[in-house]
């Protein structure tokens, strides 16, 4: 695969994932990619993920189907769901019914 495609700058409210986190990125299984271009494309997608949780994301979806990425408001969300898909990963925005 091709190197990912990084997100566009973000403010440093966005950066620090404060404001509304009504809504949920999440990250599904797929039989395509393998697991190192995963991590590659969450630490290169989402600010301030480091290399040991998108790991851990990675591992939840492999095994449980689908992993929850970051809590935020919707257009985030929207946005790095976006940027993951650009990618070649399955991600969707679900509403966070936790919060």
Known sequence: KTRPKSVAKMDSKQKRGGGNRGYVLLLHNDDINKKDYVVNVLTSVVPNLDSAKALEIMEEAH??????????DEPEARELCA?????????TVEPNMNE
Not at 63 to 72: I, L, N
Not at 83 to 91: C, H, P, V
């Open 63 to 72: 095994s449980e189907g689908k992993a929850p990425v970051r809590k935020c």
């Open 83 to 91: 940027k993951l898909r650009e990618n070649g990963l399955t991600a």
